[in-house]
Antibody
Framework: QVRLVQSGPEVKRPGASMKLSCKAS????????IHWVRQAPGRGLEWMGW????????HYAEKFQGRLILTGDTSITTGYMQLNGLMFDDTAVYFC??????????????WGQGTLVTVSS | SYELTQPPSVSVSPGQTARVTCSGD??????AYWYQQKPGQAPVLLIY???ERPSGIPERFSGSSSGTTVTLTISGVQAEDEGDYYC???????????FGGGTKLTVL
């Protein structure tokens, strides 16, 4: 079955970097985008960016340009999200989700369980 | 930056019909998607491409589109439908995604 399993919770200091992982299984990894979405405590969903694991191509939301890096390792079917220059308001649950590429897309039909990241001094 | 606008809250009694709207300038040109989220859980896809329902999603959930507004309709609302609902779409280029602010559905 399709699964997206994310890495465990993290506590970071302001100014630090974090790199989260999203291990995919049960489907053709290179046929689906990996999106990253975050949700601050008590707030709504915020789209951060996506990566095409086959080409390595990426698109980032404007507010994360310059400090967000999405990568993928097709050999181990895992996506990674690196966020640099962490600030207190980066405290959030971070989700990965897959989306089929091309006209057959049906939205983000599978999601990871989420990773809680706390930025604290 | 592109924005999608949803009402913060909608309240309905069990068995009634709930409608959640989502407005955005690019919606005539870009598909909309709807997600349900319950506390402590990942979002669940309810509707894709404006009005298509994934397998396993109850028929009481439906989507429609008219101009710059898309609507999620929940017919015969049940207590278990309580939660937060988010629309998602893309900007005019199709490359950048955005979520609406979310609508909290309360079943009275």
């Amino acid at each position: 079955q399709v699964r997206l399993v994310q890495s465990g919770p993290e506590v970071k200091r302001p100014g630090a970097s974090m790199k989260l992982s999203c291990k995919a299984s049960g489907y053709n990894f290179i046929a689906y985008y990996i999106h990253w979405v975050r949700q601050a405590p008590g707030r709504g969903l915020e789209w951060m960016g996506w990566i095409n694991p086959k080409s390595g191509g990426t698109h980032y939301a404007e507010k994360f340009q310059g400090r967000l890096i999405l990568t993928g390792d097709t050999s181990i079917t895992t996506g990674y999200m690196q966020l640099n220059g962490l600030m207190f308001d980066d405290t959030a649950v971070y989700f990965c989700a897959r989306e089929a590429m091309g006209p057959t897309t049906s939205g983000s039909d599978y999601w990871g369980q989420g990773t809680l990241v706390t930025v604290s001094s | 930056s592109y924005e999608l606008t949803q009402p913060p809250s909608v309240s309905v009694s069990p068995g009634q019909t709930a409608r959640v709207t989502c407005s955005g300038d690019a919606l005539p040109d870009q598909f909309a998607y709807w997600y349900q989220q319950k506390p402590g859980q990942a979002p669940v896809l309810l509707i894709y491409k404006d009005n298509e329902r994934p397998s396993g999603i109850p028929e009481r959930f439906s989507g429609s589109s008219s101009g710059t507004t898309v609507t999620l309709t929940i017919s015969g609302v049940q207590a278990e439908d309580e939660g937060d609902y988010y629309c998602q779409s893309a900007d005019s280029t199709g490359s950048y995604r955005v979520f609406g602010g979310g609508t909290k559905l309360t079943v009275l």
